[in-house]
């Protein structure tokens, strides 16, 4: 069975973005990598904006079903979260393109101008937040100490995790599972 012509462009786009990123990636490229004309292309997305939110949103779909957490509330502690993330990582790290490109998009919207700026900016902020609630529960339920600042913590933890991801993408020898082990021990560390 031939793969759907938007899921082909998707596929293309994350290529061709990862590689020479946004600004510089082109939607010639993006066609020609799908197997496409950049008329055919423009018939299913009708601009780069429009093509850049779909590998966006996809990207987020499938980081979401691969590693069942898009909602955090429905870990019951810390502990379980931390146990979780920990057999998920490997999922993550298995598609370094994928990782590449997000990488490659949060460093360009630091433009204020860049079209992901939104999108990077609500991510980050959804993701403090979530973390935040769920230390929050973590010191209701006396597994973290009263006195720790619940946004701060969540702040390191997603630096923490984006900062690991970061430095992997540039040498390979970077013992990512190593340094998750020392995150998830940082954690463990507040508990009271």
């Known amino acids: 069975m031939q793969e759907r012509p938007r899921a082909r462009i998707v596929r293309a786009?994350?290529?061709?973005f990862a590689r020479d990123g946004y600004n510089s990636g082109s939607l010639n490229d993006v066609a020609l990598a799908a197997g496409l004309s950049?008329?055919?292309?423009?018939?299913?997305?009708?601009s780069?904006?429009?093509?850049l939110l779909a590998?966006?949103?996809?990207?987020?779909?499938e980081l979401n079903q691969a590693l069942?957490?898009?909602?955090?509330?429905?870990?019951?502690?810390?502990?379980?979260?931390?146990?979780d993330l920990s057999a998920l990582l490997p999922k993550v790290y298995a598609d370094r393109e994928v990782i590449a490109l997000?990488?490659?998009l949060v460093a360009e919207a630091a433009d204020p101008l860049h079209p992901a700026r939104?999108?990077?900016?609500?991510?980050?902020g959804?993701?403090?937040?979530?973390?935040?609630?769920m230390i929050r529960r973590a010191i209701s339920a006396g597994e973290i100490r009263a006195d720790i600042d619940a946004l701060a913590v969540a702040t390191v933890l997603l630096g923490g995790i984006e900062g690991i991801e970061s430095q992997w993408l540039v040498d390979d020898e970077v013992d990512w599972a190593a340094a998750a082990h020392v995150l998830r021990t940082f954690l463990a560390a507040l508990s009271t």
Not at 73 to 80: H, Q
Not at 118 to 124: A, F, G, K, L
Not at 126 to 133: Q, V
């Open 13 to 16: 786009a994350v290529s061709v």
């Open 38 to 46: 950049r008329q055919n292309l423009l018939y299913y997305y009708s």
């Open 48 to 51: 780069k904006q429009k093509l």
């Open 55 to 61: 590998v966006l949103e996809e990207r987020d779909a």
């Open 68 to 83: 069942h957490f898009a909602d955090l509330d429905r870990y019951r502690t810390l502990a379980d979260y931390v146990s």
């Open 102 to 104: 997000y990488h490659r």
């Open 118 to 124: 939104d999108w990077v900016r609500e991510r980050h």
């Open 126 to 133: 959804r993701i403090r937040n979530e973390y935040e609630s």
